[in-house]
């Protein structure tokens, strides 16, 4: 009998192609130790079923029911009931990292009754009242896309992929209803288009499916001691030894990648929640442990308590990934070999980051946070669609007040990025990260207005050339000097392992003499004994 649900603790057995990469980042925080609020998993092999089928699997219904239920006793809550009402968080979770691909439904299981029950607990209506509101917002937008997607899916399979988008309307006052179409809606999400041309830019298999992680829901928003954020181990853009990331105080998680809203920096969280603080640290010093890597971390804390909502490695790149892997060798965390073995030829063609020269000759019309380094130059494009359409005949330069899933072809289509908002750990930072493009976030005094974009006084058009430095946080007009800065010590000390590992001391490029150093490497292992 096929098993379509597990619940998430220590014991959990799985890789992350069943579980999902969240899902199997949870189970290891279990097994350190650390604070996760309690849940369980759908499989990636009941999404698979649900994609082919266009139904959920025969089975999932009961088993869902058994979780929950065994979620109610670990919580010592009820499930859409008035009396210490449990509601939950429904997530997407692929084996391969999708951020904000596919959909996520908050604080379901707030039904009316359960809506009440919160209130009176905590004797705070108005959260309550507004906690139901973020449920029934996520919720029909959920569904409303998976019923598109369900229909594309219908389509193109001739299978009976739109049956589960047949039972979508109003918004059930039965929690357990909820639950079933809220999986639903987020299997649906693996085929909407933007998930869809994701997978395509980042070689990601179409056929893999979602895993969907439902947990306790931790408030960020319930009151003054409550918050949400993101961290990284090391700072994500040069590898240095010390947390990085945003907070907000008072919000949800989702309001920290979203990006429509101003994040502080990481470090503020220390004067004003010392003991959440120690918390992280401690938690990110025994991840990266685990990993043996720099980690990201999601984390929500509730009336001064901290929870670790996701965690995985960093992937850094360029020079991060470089300082990162030799200092993690000097750690004794890695050896010279498998730090060699990190840092692929590929991150070499970013190590030396070009940089506009001195910004006193340039015309500065921005500045923000550099979110990938780099120097890119184009015309600017105030859209999604007009940033694919006008790139067609030269780079263009993506300006928005924030990005979301929904812009990804023009962020694909973009030569740089440029947001009015956000932080490093927004949604058009992380994006831009993994899709190596210059990126410079919260850009202060810029506004976007139709096709024209106005900062310092000046409005340009749509079209107007101007120049990301990804590093430095500035947005120049035109196309100003750049330098390329000397290779670090951490690039001379990586490549002088490569020569050893590889026995070639001759002179060649930095590229061949790391790929001769894996060459020789790989060879080793595959030789036999």
Known sequence: ?????????????????????????????????????????????????????????????????AAVADLERATGRTFGGPHRPLAVSVRSGAEASMPGMMRTVLNLGLTTG??????????????????????????????????????????????GAAAGAGAAGAVPDDAAQQLVRAVEAVFASWEAPRARTYRELNGIPHDLGTAVVVQQMVFGNRDARSGSGVAFSRDPGTGEDAPYGDVLFGHQGEAVVSGRTATRPLRELAGREPGVWAGLLDALRRIEAHHRDACYVEFTYQSGELWL????????????????????ADQRLIGRDEALLRVSPAHLRHVRTPRIAPVAAADVLVRGTGACPGVATGRIATTADGAVRMARTGPVVL??????????????????????????????????????????????????DGTSVTAGGRTLPEGTLVTVDGTGGEVVLGRPRTVTGAADAHLHRLL??????????????????????????RGRRTEPR
């Open 399 to 448: 300006v928005r007040p924030e990005t979301s899933p929904g812009d990804l072809p023009g962020l694909a289509a973009a030569a740089g990025i440029v947001t009015a908002r956000g932080g490093p750990a927004s949604h058009a930072a992380v994006v831009a990260r993994a899709m190596g493009k210059p990126a410079v976030v919260g850009a202060t005094g810029l506004a976007v």
């Open 309 to 328: 909502l996701q965690a995985r490695p960093g992937r850094f790149a360029g020079a991060a990934a470089v300082r990162v892997a030799t200092e993690l």
């Open 496 to 521: 002088a392992w490569a020569d050893d590992a590889s026995g070639d001391h001759s002179a060649r490029d930095e590229a061949q003499r790391l790929a001769a150093a894996h060459a020789a490497l």
């Open 114 to 159: 359960a809506t009440e029950g919160l209130a009176a607990e905590t004797g705070d209506r108005a959260f309550a009242l507004d906690a139901r509101r973020g449920f029934l917002a996520s919720f029909t937008e959920a569904e409303a896309e998976a019923r598109a997607g369900a229909a594309r899916a219908g389509e193109a399979t001739g299978a």
């Open 1 to 65: 009998m096929t098993e379509w649900v597990r619940g998430l603790s220590a014991r959990t057995g799985g890789t992350a192609a069943t579980l999902g990469g969240k899902a199997s980042g949870l189970v290891a925080l279990h097994r350190l130790g650390l604070p996760v609020p309690p849940g369980f998993v759908v499989t990636t092999r009941a999404c698979r079923a649900f994609l082919r089928d266009g139904r959920l699997p025969a089975g999932l219904d009961e088993e869902l029911a």
